[in-house]
C-alpha cells in the first residue's frame, strides 16, 4: 500500500507554506507521497477573486517542484465539490493506496458545517496541523469533540501497518506567516503569469484546459 496524503484546498496561489506543512506532515506521518487537491470551487468560500484552475494548478506544479508531491484537479474529473464525495471515490479508484486526509485547525474549526463531516471521518484517518490563532475555535467545534475519542498520536499512526477510520492525528507545527490572501494582495495580477499552455495533472495525466466560465483571476 502506498501512502499518500491528501491535501485540499483552493491554492489562490500555492506558497511555501503549503509547501513546508506538506513536508512536515510527510515525515511525521510516514507517507510515501502527497496529493494537493485544487479545488475547482469551495462550497464554503466565495468566487469573487478566485483565479482559473488550471492557473491555480500550474502555479502549485510551481511550487511542488522537486518534492514528493503531485498536484491533481481530480475533483474536477469526479463531478462533486463535497469532499466526503471526492474521498469516497478516490478509494474505491485508487485502491493500492492507503490515504489519509489532512487538514489545518482553521478548517477543523469549521468541520461541523461540511457535508456529512461524519462520513468523512469514516472514509479515512485526518490529521490536523495546527495553527495557532484557530486553536481555540478548532476545540470548541462539536466535530472535534466527536473525533476526540479516536486520537491516536503521530508516532503511533506511523509506525501501524494498515490505517483505520475514524481517527484523528494532532500535529504540532510552527507557525508559517505565509498566505494566499497576503500574496493576492500583494500582487493581484498573479495568476496572468501562468497563461499558456493548459498544465496536464499529476495523478490523471489529462490537460486541465483554461475555461471561458472561469473568467478573469
Known sequence: MIRTGLLGGSFNPAHGGHRRISLFAME???LDELWW???PGNPLKPKK????LAARVKAAQQMA????IKVTAIERE???PYTVDTLAALQR???KRDFVWLMGSDNLAQFHRWRRWRDIARTMPIAVIARPSYEAHAIANPATAWLRRYRVPAAS???????S???LVQLRFDPDSRSATAIRRADPDWASRFAGAPPRDHVTRNPIPFLQEDGPA
Open 65 to 68: 517542484r522537486g518534492a514528493p
Open 165 to 167: 477510520a475514524p481517527t
Open 37 to 39: 487537491l485544487v479545488s
Open 157 to 163: 499512526f506511523s509506525a501501524a501497518h494498515r490505517w
Open 93 to 95: 479508484r485508487f485502491a
Open 78 to 80: 469526479l463531478g462533486s
Open 28 to 30: 511525521a506521518l510516514g
Open 49 to 52: 477573486g478566485m483565479a482559473p
